[in-house]
């Protein structure tokens, strides 16, 4: 019998997506339409797109008969022949593709807001609104509002003083803008939104005068008691001529905390102190000549006072400690609930719901509504239920399926969750893993779940694994806290042994280096860096087969620094990177060069911008560093920069902002600078946004730019190129070989980079004056609280998160794993400390290495591809560059010539042809008999001249001709004293349209001429039948 819930635990790497696709398939091939019943959800639109279509792909190899062993499955599942099962999954396609809309694999976000849409009356909406996506816009508006209504004598600026001085005292910038941003996230989170609300006409202000008068009250109790008591003691001490040198340790001994208390200087007694506690031994040195007079004294006098005073601390230093706590968070409580205010009103001011309501809303919503009901609002019924990455799912959202699945359930559905705890790295945005690893027992009974546990392995090679079995399995031993070793050992002991595929057997590499004592950081950072991606290109890998995994953005961008500088100075290996974390456009050295060129451009006798432009062009395309420019004239600055800017200066100063940067590029050849051209384009990319928004005067853009200039450069993933990547956006991703440069993150880090960590804490557990939340920061060693428990538990959670986040980068590598660690050390207190104490055992060494680099074998002709120039022209040219990335090859609706057009676009020279027309056969964009045409060409001296790495060639590039037309020409090669223009063709040739076609060949060398001083000449590529044509 099936039960109605199937949990899949599913460590790393074991088929995951496969098997909720393989379980999305066995559920739609039940009849026709029953796909339509079936939701599947997941986190990311990327996700969710790279589930349809491993989905749809699996329906390929089903109704192909290719994947054999699924089709004997699901023909066993259903009682039906094998031919049944691969008729039955082409007529799921064709349902599919004919009702895509019914093809329900989404986000949980987009399945809410679809719900959420048909109960506008329901929510009490007033006239339209709108979704507001963008939180951070949000986040800005409020707080930029918040800082310009405050007002001098406000309560709120002294909040905002207090907040700015306690940054101070940890060593922060004054500047509050950023942090204020960072805290208002909280108000956004689930955390604070399940917070009960507040009735009544208390405001915030209400509650915080309440809290200072306790605060003030407690304060003055426990210091005036303690002073009182300290105070008798130090009378009796002076009354007997004693002092601090009668007493052990002077003043940092027991007189020195009883005199210290006497003058109100609060602080809990150390061990040193309470050592003296009941016990007059401890109070004076045994050499002491006048000991036993001493002791008397104590004995009679002292000892009971003192007892007294440390009772006093036992019984109330907590509270006394916890309102200091309080104290020290008021101005917190005070900003964001102004804040909260501020954010209620941009709801409200803009008619918008933000992006995080929705969950909430939506649990107001369906809480007590009767499901078929909402169904019937929707326009869907759904049966099945599929939630992947069930390890991430929040409480609020989870409460939101409890009454969907439990209407399922009753109705006898199958539903399938899919997850794994150790990957669960987004408690910050609210995720609980607690509620596939226990919780979801309380809401279904134990007997109407089915688990089933993933073991295989299907990713990584004999090493890696092996390597995880051993660090995993044995890490909740290396923890003392019960709780934390208990909760370890769920999540870790219990099915963590992964298998290892027959084929994996014998392969794979690790390699953990530990930093030594005393050295730079960054420097052994940089020599293993390079080391690691030499040893790994020189066993046949490439650039793109790197993915190198840091914590955070900062990490990221170190190492976008040490791999730019490394291409400049080696060509050798291919340093080549892309990353969405690490490059701010504003580090870079060609758009500060672009920006000290404005400068210069608008005051000519800027020196500092000069030398600057000066310092760029012989650092970067010169590459000529002994030039000492700093103390020239500008005159003689100008001696050593290209004549076409000299000469032409006032001329380029006076052009429209686009214009103007076009002709820098060409002008200083910005275009054959391979580190910098991903810069390049984003800054193009801003320079458009700027004259949309701002038009085309240049001389207002440095003003725009101060406001609007920081920014992240998206890059594109590419084929050959290093991959820089957080360990978040890593999760689900896999990489031939993984380096992980910065292995020493705290265990306890629970805010992530410099932010503080907010816990909303119940008051009323503590006084039943307050019924309401507070947030207090996150105190790593506090003891002497009331709040202790929250501060154990965030604790526990934090080591589980940056375990997690261990586990989670180790198993990324499907052949190779380099680790540089940090110092090696006996304490525990980062991820470093505890790899080394698993590892080291009875082996103390720097470095410990597993197995043998993997080797790959290298593609015939394959070579780097990264973007090594970037077109650019005159600015009178008015040249478009089309690019291909988000082109995609169909072999169902698109012609066989456009194929053959689009996979010739993609070849960037002879370097990557081959691989180019291969990966097309294997991907089956193209048939063998194609194929063969292409490799046909590669063989032909007249056509493959025109692939020559060392021509500038440009691809499916679009000319606007001076009436408007737009042309696109096929290939662009550009040599030093000629350019060429391809024009392909496919099918026999036609005297009529070989005509036509010479004559718009002759049309596209006149636009080319127009942009080039150069002989311009143009060939037809026919290629089936391997002619090259010029009349």
């Excluded at 259903?78 to 039955?88: M, V």
């Excluded at 993609?906 to 045409?933: G, M, P, V």
Aim: aromatic fraction near 12%.
């Amino acid at each position: 019998m099936i039960k109605p819930i199937k949990i899949y635990k599913s460590s790393a790497g074991s088929g995951k997506t496969y098997t909720l696709s393989k379980n999305y398939i066995r559920l739609a091939l039940k009849n026709r339409n029953n796909f339509k019943k079936i939701l599947a959800v997941t986190f990311t639109n990327k996700a969710a797109e790279e589930m349809k279509s491993r989905i749809l792909e699996m329906i390929d190899t089903i109704s192909s008969g290719e994947d054999k062993n699924l089709i004997i499955e699901l023909s066993k599942f259903y009682g039906s022949s094998p031919q049944e099962i691969s008729i039955r999954a082409k007529k799921l396609k064709t349902n599919i593709l004919h009702n895509y809309s019914y093809f329900n694999v989404t986000t949980i976000d987009s399945f809410f807001y679809s719900i959420i849409q048909s109960f506008t009356r329901d929510l009490k909406f007033k006239g339209k609104y709108n979704i507001e996506m963008d939180l951070e816009f949000v986040i800005n508006e409020v707080v930029s509002s918040f800082l310009a209504d405050l007002k001098k004598e406000d309560k709120i600026t002294k909040w905002l003083t207090d907040f700015s001085r306690e940054r101070i005292k940890s060593g922060k910038d004054f500047l509050i803008d950023g942090e204020l941003k960072n805290i208002t996230k909280n108000l956004f989170t689930e955390q604070y939104k399940s917070l009960p609300k507040s009735t009544g006409k208390t405001t915030y202000r209400d509650k915080i005068a309440k809290l200072r008068k306790f605060i003030i009250t407690t304060k003055k109790k426990f210091e005036k008691d303690a002073i009182t008591i300290s105070s008798e003691l130090i009378r009796l001490i002076n009354e007997n001529s004693y002092d601090e040198k009668d007493f052990s340790y002077g003043l940092s001994g027991v007189f020195g905390f009883i005199y210290k208390n006497s003058k109100g200087e609060i602080k809990y007694p150390s061990k040193r102190i309470l050592a003296c506690f009941k016990d007059p031994d401890k109070w004076v040195n045994k050499k002491k000549p006048e000991r036993d007079n001493i002791l008397k004294i104590i004995e009679c006098d002292l000892i009971n006072l003192f007892n007294k005073l440390i009772n006093h601390y036992d019984s109330s230093f907590k509270l006394y400690n916890s309102s200091q706590e309080i104290n020290n968070n008021l101005y917190t409580y005070g900003i964001l609930s102004e804040l909260d205010l501020r954010v209620t009103r941009y709801r409200e001011d803009n008619n918008v719901i933000l992006i995080s309501d929705i969950s909430e809303l939506l649990y107001e919503v369906i809480k007590d509504e009767f499901i078929p009901f909402l169904f019937e609002k929707v326009g869907n019924t759904y049966s099945h239920y599929l939630i992947d990455e069930f390890q991430d799912t929040s409480l609020l959202q989870w409460k939101n399926f409890i009454r969907l699945i439990s209407d399922s359930v009753a109705s006898g559905h199958e539903n399938i969750f899919v997850g794994d705890t150790k990957q669960s790295i987004y408690r910050w945005r609210g995720s609980n893993s607690k509620i596939m690893d226990s919780e979801i027992e309380s809401f279904f009974t134990r007997d109407i779940i089915e688990l089933k546990s993933l073991n295989k392995n299907w990713r990584s090679t004999e090493e890696i694994i092996k390597f995880n079995n051993n660090i995993f399995s044995n890490i909740s031993n290396y923890f003392e806290d019960d709780s934390m070793v208990d909760n370890l050992s769920i999540k870790f002991n219990s099915d963590i042994i992964q298998e290892i595929r027959d084929d994996k057997k014998g392969d794979g590499y690790v390699e953990v280096n530990f930093r030594e004592k005393g050295n730079d950081k960054l420097d052994f950072v940089n020599s293993f860096l390079i080391d690691s991606i030499n040893k790994i290109q020189d066993n046949g890998f490439s650039a793109g087969d790197i993915g190198i995994i840091v914590r955070d953005n900062k990490e990221a961008n170190i190492i976008a620094g040490i791999l730019s500088y490394q291409a400049e100075i080696d060509t050798y290996y291919d340093y080549g990177f892309v990353s969405a974390d690490a490059l701010e456009i504003n580090t870079s050295p060609i758009v500060n060069f672009f920006l000290s060129t404005f400068r210069y451009l608008k005051n000519f006798k800027d020196r500092l911008s000069l030398s600057e432009i000066l310092h760029f062009y012989h650092t970067y395309i010169i590459k000529s560093d002994d030039v000492i420019h700093y103390s020239l004239s500008n005159e003689d600055k100008l001696k050593l920069l290209p004549d076409s800017f000299t000469k032409n200066k006032l001329k380029i100063s006076r052009l429209p902002i686009y214009e103007l940067v076009e002709e820098l590029i060409r002008v200083f050849k910005l275009n054959l600078i391979p580190s910098q051209i991903p810069y390049l384009k984003a800054f193009q990319d801003i320079i458009i946004e700027y004259k949309t928004l701002q038009g085309e005067e240049s001389s207002s853009f440095l003003e725009w730019w101060d406001k609007n200039g920081k920014r992240k450069l998206n890059m594109t993933p590419q084929e050959n190129e290093i991959q820089i990547i957080t360990i978040h956006k890593s999760k689900g991703l896999e990489f031939s070989n993984v380096i992980l440069p910065f292995f020493d993150w705290d265990l306890d880090n629970v805010g992530g980079g410099n932010r503080e960590k907010i816990i909303w804490v119940d008051l009323l557990k503590y006084n039943d004056e307050f019924d309401f939340h507070f947030p207090i920061k996150y105190k790593r060693n506090e003891r002497n609280s009331i709040f202790n428990m929250y501060y154990h538990n965030e604790r526990i959670k934090a080591y589980e998160d940056n375990i997690n986040l261990m586990y989670v980068s180790f198993t990324r590598p499907k052949d190779n794993l380099f680790i540089l660690a940090g110092e090696q050390r006996n304490e525990i207190k980062n991820v470093s400390d505890l790899l080394y104490n698993i590892l080291r055992k009875n082996n103390k060494k720097n470095s410990f290495k597993y197995g043998c680099i993997s080797k790959k074998k290298p593609l015939p002709n394959s070579l780097s591809n990264s973007l090594l120039s970037y077109p650019s022209f005159s600015w009178r040219e008015r040249l478009i560059i089309k690019t291909t990335e988000d082109k995609t090859l169909n072999i169902d609706n698109i012609e066989r010539g456009k194929i053959l057009h689009d996979i010739l676009s993609e070849i960037e020279n002879i370097n990557d042809y081959n691989e180019k027309i291969s990966r097309a056969l294997k991907n089956k964009k193209i048939k063998i008999n194609e194929f063969k045409l292409l490799d046909d060409l590669y063989k032909n001296k007249n056509f493959i001249r025109f692939f020559n790495p060392e021509f500038n060639s440009y691809n499916e590039i679009e000319i606007l001709s001076d009436s408007g037309n737009v042309y696109r020409l096929d290939r662009v090669v550009e040599t030093d004293n000629s350019v060429y223009v391809l024009d392909y063709k496919t099918g026999k040739i036609n005297k009529e349209d070989h005509s036509k076609y010479l004559k718009k060949l002759e049309l596209y060398m006149t636009l080319l001429q127009s942009i080039y001083d150069k002989k311009i000449k143009g060939y037809l590529v026919y290629i089936d039948l391997n002619k090259i044509l010029n009349d």
